[in-house]
């Protein structure tokens, strides 16, 4: 009986082997509601790709406890309306950026409808489970240019994916266009802070102009990656617990004559 257990752990030992440890597990969660013009969409991809291809985030990878991290990169929109575009995979070295920076650009897909952050943070933390990958921290970064407005509320979706062990960090699209008017908010900013973000050394990150976008990505992908202190604390701004963090869903009730557009 002995021998047979030891050839079934012989045979079975490589299957049942861990998955590899990596420093950090990190969802990019990039928002393509239809508020985003086709030129956003490129600039958004290209911002990533750049970033993901950086020598300064590179070298913030190597210089990581293992040396190396596990990415993965989803478009989302509605509460139902999320696109994998690159699966989890391991980032360790400048080729594998430039494969994962390969498959960010050469998706030309369109916008999808509404903006559920609830969604892509449920949705995310779904994809944590089975990925191959053993993370020292698990994070979520949001981005948008508005607030939820379908699905689960967005605090209620925050705190079941917080009490699983998640990190949400935000990149708040701040630009303002005609669209904005009509579906935006102007303290978006606020917002992340107060509804969307959560966990240990969450932050926030606004991007003000496009022309800042990629240095942005940049920025976060750092901090995210090395796991180092934002500063990015907002307080000033922040309201506590008398932000509305209902405020999108109010204002699609409002406007929902302009339902074809977002």
């Not at 991809?45 to 291809?53: C, F, I, P």
């Not at 022309?211 to 500063?231: C, M, N, Q, Y």
Request: charged fraction near 25%; charge should be negative; glycine fraction near 8%.
């Amino acid at each position: 009986m002995r021998i047979l257990l030891v050839l079934f752990l012989a045979l079975c030992g490589p299957s049942m082997a861990q998955d590899p440890e990596v420093d950090v597990e990190l969802f990019l969660a990039v928002d393509v509601s239809r508020s985003m013009s086709a030129e956003e969409l490129e600039i958004q991809r290209r911002g990533y790709a750049d970033a993901l291809t950086h020598p300064e985030v590179l070298a913030a990878i190597s210089n990581g406890m293992l040396g190396r991290i596990a990415v993965t990169y989803v478009e989302w929109a509605g509460d139902y309306a999320q696109r994998e575009v690159v699966p989890w995979s391991l980032l360790a070295s400048a080729e594998d950026a430039q494969n994962i920076a390969t498959q960010i650009m050469t998706t030309q897909d369109a916008g999808l409808q509404r903006t559920s952050i609830s969604g892509a943070l449920l949705y995310a933390a779904e994809t944590f489970e089975g990925n191959g990958f053993q993370g020292l921290r698990r994070v979520i970064d949001v981005s948008g240019d508005g607030p939820n407005n379908q699905g689960r509320p967005v605090t209620r979706a925050r705190d079941s994916v917080l009490a699983r062990g998640f990190i949400i960090n935000g990149l708040p699209l701040m630009t303002r266009d005609a669209l904005d008017r009509i579906w935006g908010i102007e303290d978006l900013d606020v917002y992340y802070q107060n509804c969307v973000i959560s966990g240990p050394g969450s932050f926030v990150i606004p991007v003000l102009e496009w022309t800042k976008f990629a240095d942005a990505v940049k920025r976060k992908l750092i901090l995210e990656i090395a796991d180092l202190p934002s500063g990015l604390h907002f307080a000033e701004f922040t309201t506590g617990n008398d932000f509305d963090c209902l405020i999108g869903e109010k204002i699609w009730e409002r406007n929902r004559r302009y339902f074809e557009i977002p």
